[in-house]
């Protein structure tokens, strides 16, 4: 099994960005920080889910699998789409880095796992195993 250099840098900046997400908001919950104002638990509780899987499918990633980069461009682009609109209304320069840098990670690590790989091997089908 080969990995092209595209996939391990998608798979350390999802596995780093996941990781940081979850330190983050855990701390946020300690401490009820700003993003926790006006969250409701469930929202939370989502949050921590997602973030946990999109670290299990930098995983995924690393060892090539399917499910691992459709599960963080799927758990990405979630982010992202939450995210945009309170990038839209505007707010303090702190407030708008971390938001800038969720959809800055959404759009690198999309475009590296979708880059076709030009040195692939193209699987092979049952007939033509035969």
Do not use: C, H
Not at 16 to 45: H, K
Not at 63 to 89: D, F, H, S, Y
């Amino acid at each position: 099994m080969t990995r092209s250099n595209r996939t391990t840098i998608a798979a350390v900046l999802v596995f780093l960005f996941s990781l940081i997400s979850l330190i983050r908001g855990f701390l946020d919950f300690v401490n009820q920080g700003p993003i926790l104002q006006n969250a409701d638990r469930w929202f939370i509780v989502l949050g921590f889910m997602l973030f946990t899987i999109l670290l299990v499918s930098s995983y995924g990633i690393w060892k090539n699998q399917r499910w691992g980069m459709i599960a963080a461009i799927a758990i990405l682009t979630l982010n992202a789409l939450a995210v945009l609109p309170q990038i839209l209304e505007g707010g303090t320069l702190a407030d708008q880095v971390p938001r800038l840098i969720d959809v800055g990670v959404w759009l690198v690590a999309t475009v590296l796992l979708l880059w076709p790989n030009r040195n692939a091997v193209p699987r092979e089908t049952e007939s033509s195993a035969q």
